[in-house]
């Protein structure tokens, strides 16, 4: 009997087809899985059982020049809870009692909270006090984590705070000396790498540090405390007693560039930041300090840097004479003086001392429109200056080939139209005039300590010389007469020390006009006369009484510099020292 070979058929390679190709791919997903991809699903592995979070590292204290604490960090936590740790409603309960019993965070707050998003581990409080996380630790609640982070606190107050700044929920400087040098103060995080159980807590002991987080430097700044203080209760009383709707006290010593003082309102406030940030508008806005990012129109301040130029381009001296007719026709434009007045025959320190326009313009006439504007270029004029604090406004002059130049904008340029520069600007600008002709970049820092306590101290920068000594010192004399000179009694003359200064009194253009119901009154002084160690500038807005830059803001100049140099030890020089 004959045995026939069976013969395949699909009963059989059919199935044998099918598990053929399913051990086929399961053998490449095997591959795919522990071989191909074995280092990102290990990854992934590791990542449930790790948790990972930013350690901020301690940001630098500001201080100011005598070491005194403007802003300093301290330690704080950050709370998250973990709702996969709670087994039962009990649970729940029962740690949200106790977490809003020791944080004195509302517990509806919490549970709002808890409620606004799906996620498993939910931030609750940011910044929690030190003291209120340890007992949160010890109470070990399950699923509760904290993380260190460090809170921004400011010994002194409000004081400075335009200056200083502030920072942002993320520990970056968000406006003044935080923002301007925030790598420096922030220093380097570091991360926390921890193991975590299958609810996502951290395991007891489990946690440890990848990298150390590198401590930020302290920045020791040129204000002096006393000296702010004094500038910002100062301003505030002139602004009251003048009705203005805002204004500026900036001290500098004009040798170094030191900035001393800087008081500015509008102000942001530390008490108040939440709502002034919520009501920011252009005109008043925490992210920004006026001193630097506002522009003005100068008005007879400009006389000195106008005299300045003359002199030192040997076109004028002090004594030079001409005869003011109360009118000087430019191009069929007829520019007046000031108050109308007619002054005859004056002196080109008769013309800083009754702040006459058509000297101004006779005195810029006789350098020329070219060398006149570059000598507004050499001051600084119409460029930033450097100065340590965001968003510093250049300032603007037209010149020849700018559009719409007239041969009237250069000649009003000389008694402080037609050009806007910012406080800042104008104060380098004077200082150059009176400390021996060196154009010097005002600042904020005057040094930094490095982590291992080393002191970077800041160094003065010269940009360049602008005028000779000698000029320096003729302009210096004259602002001096300016001062001495004061026959209406209204008190621009400090009392125990020779001072030197120039007032300005500009109408705030409007839509190619000025506008005589508002103003900017300001004055510019120094002292002591032949040394000086503080160069003021006294600036308010809008007075509504409407008196004069002499009238407003000599007065407080004077008062100002008398307490000021009587607090730096500074000898009087005249008068008998009052009683502090």
């Known amino acids: 009997m004959t045995i026939q070979k069976a013969r395949p058929t699909r009963r059989v390679w059919l199935p044998a087809v099918t598990l053929g190709l399913f051990g086929a791919i399961l053998a490449a997903r095997l591959i795919q899985l522990q071989v191909l991809q074995h280092h990102a699903?290990?990854?992934?592995?590791?990542?449930?059982?790790?948790?990972?979070?930013?350690?901020?590292?301690?940001?630098?204290?500001?201080?100011?020049?005598?070491g005194g604490a403007l802003a300093v960090s301290v330690a704080t936590w950050d709370v998250y809870l973990n709702t996969r740790a709670w087994r039962d409603q009990t649970t729940r309960n029962h740690v949200l009692d106790?977490?809003?019993?020791?944080?004195?965070?509302?517990?509806?707050?919490?549970?709002?909270?808890?409620?606004?998003?799906?996620?498993?581990?939910?931030?609750?409080?940011?910044?929690?006090?030190?003291?209120?996380?340890?007992?949160?630790i010890q109470a070990d609640l399950p699923g509760v984590v904290l993380l260190q982070n460090t809170d921004r606190i400011h010994p002194e107050g409000d004081l400075a705070a335009a200056i200083i700044g502030f920072i942002g929920a993320d520990n970056t400087g968000h406006a003044g000396i935080e923002a301007y040098y925030n790598e420096l103060l922030q220093g380097k995080p570091g991360r926390a790498i921890y193991e975590r159980d299958s609810l996502g807590d951290p395991i007891p002991y489990g946690q440890y540090l990848a990298t150390q987080p590198t401590p930020g430097n302290d920045l020791v700044l040129t204000i002096d405390r006393y000296l702010q203080r004094l500038a910002e209760r100062t301003l505030a009383e002139a602004i009251e007693e003048h009705r203005a709707a805002g204004g500026t006290i900036l001290v500098m010593d004009p040798n170094t560039g030191e900035i001393l003082a800087n008081a500015t309102l509008p102000s942001v406030r530390y008490t108040t930041l939440q709502?002034?940030?919520?009501?920011?508008?252009?005109?008043?806005?925490?992210?920004?300090?006026?001193?630097?990012?506002?522009?003005?129109?100068?008005?007879?301040?400009?006389?000195?840097?106008?005299?300045?130029?003359?002199?030192?381009?040997?076109?004028?001296?002090?004594?030079?004479?001409?005869?003011?007719?109360?009118?000087?026709?430019?191009?069929?434009?007829l520019l007046k003086n000031w108050d109308d007045g007619v002054?005859?025959?004056?002196?080109?320190?008769?013309?800083?001392?009754?702040?006459?326009?058509?000297?101004?313009?006779?005195?810029?006439?006789?350098?020329?429109?070219?060398?006149?504007?570059s000598y507004l270029e050499a001051f600084g004029f119409g460029k930033p200056t450097g100065v340590d604090l965001p968003g510093e406004a250049t300032g603007?002059?037209?010149?020849?080939?700018?559009?719409?130049?007239?041969?009237?904008?250069?000649?009003?340029?000389?008694?402080?139209?037609?050009?806007?520069?910012?406080?800042?600007?104008?104060?380098?600008a004077v200082a150059a005039c009176i400390n021996g002709g060196n154009l010097i970049t005002p600042h904020f820092l005057k040094a930094r300590i490095q982590p291992d306590g080393t002191r970077i101290e800041i160094q003065p920068t010269i940009v360049r010389r602008v005028i000779t000594q000698a000029a320096s010192d003729a302009v210096r004399n004259m602002m001096g007469q300016v001062v001495a000179q004061d026959p209406d009694g209204w008190g621009r003359n400090p009392t125990h020390y020779t001072a030197g200064g120039k007032s300005g009194t500009a109408n705030i253009p409007v839509w190619g006009t000025y506008n005589d119901d508002e103003q900017i009154v300001s004055f510019m002084g120094f002292a002591?006369?032949?040394?000086?160690?503080?160069?003021?500038?006294?600036?308010?807005?809008?007075?509504r009484n409407l008196l004069t830059g002499t009238q407003a803001a000599g007065p407080i100049f004077a008062n100002y510099i008398d307490q000021a140099l009587r607090y730096l030890g500074v000898p009087p020089e005249k008068g008998t020292r009052s009683t502090p």
Do not use: C, W
């Not at 699903?41 to 005598?66: H, K, V, W």
């Not at 002196?347 to 009754?354: A, D, I, R, S």
């Not at 002591?528 to 007075?543: A, G, I, T, Y």
């Open 41 to 66: 699903y290990a990854a992934q592995a590791r990542n449930e059982l790790l948790g990972d979070s930013t350690i901020y590292a301690r940001r630098g204290a500001i201080l100011d020049r005598n």
């Open 396 to 428: 603007f002059f037209r010149r020849p080939h700018d559009p719409g130049y007239s041969p009237v904008d250069v000649a009003t340029q000389s008694f402080g139209q037609s050009i806007s520069v910012t406080p800042v600007q104008l104060m380098q």
């Open 98 to 136: 106790r977490v809003a019993t020791i944080t004195k965070i509302p517990r509806t707050t919490i549970e709002t909270t808890l409620d606004s998003t799906p996620a498993v581990e939910i931030r609750i409080a940011s910044d929690l006090p030190f003291e209120l996380g340890q007992q949160l």
């Open 275 to 333: 709502e002034d940030i919520a009501s920011a508008t252009e005109k008043r806005s925490p992210f920004k300090n006026f001193t630097v990012t506002d522009t003005y129109e100068p008005g007879s301040v400009m006389k000195v840097i106008t005299a300045a130029a003359a002199i030192d381009a040997g076109v004028v001296t002090p004594d030079t004479t001409y005869t003011d007719n109360g009118t000087v026709d430019v191009e069929g434009v």
């Open 528 to 543: 002591p006369l032949q040394n000086p160690r503080l160069l003021v500038l006294v600036r308010l807005d809008q007075n």
């Open 343 to 373: 002054y005859g025959q004056q002196t080109m320190t008769g013309v800083l001392q009754h702040s006459i326009n058509t000297g101004a313009v006779f005195m810029q006439q006789k350098l020329g429109t070219t060398l006149f504007q």
